[in-house]
């Protein structure tokens, strides 16, 4: 009997190919959602490439109450519009490469709908673009300690 392989993952924004690599080798996958949430990583943070570069996009989060807040706790802000911002980057980096006007329409709606909380969306977009990737892994938060 073959022992099932488990990975352990942060939630992360539009995360590296590295994440995905992650998420096609092992059986089973849990994002962690009682951790300590940590300002300036791949949870709120991604990189695209941008016309003149690397280009750093930021989720703004609403200042949690302590210090060490769970990551399920995380709530986003909508300070400066940032969706709108966002989707206008990813748009005018990505408009006149191969392929993009057959997946924007799934990725526009998540720069116009609304979430409360980062770990919602962050799983929302990784699971879409599973979908796109054709691989299903099977992936669950963790649970309460």
Known sequence: MKEMKTAYLSSAYLAPVEYYTKLLAYDKVFVEQHDHYIKQTYRNRCTIAGPSG??????????PDTLKCPMKDIRISDHGNWR???????????????????????????????????IDFNEALCRMVCELIDIHPTIERTAEY
């Open 54 to 63: 690397e280009l750093a996009l930021s989720i703004p989060t609403v200042k």
């Open 84 to 118: 709108h911002l966002h989707w206008n980057a990813i748009e005018s980096a990505y408009n006149s490469t191969p392929f993009f006007e057959y997946y924007k329409d799934d990725f526009r709606p998540f720069y116009e709908k609304k979430y409360e909380f980062l």
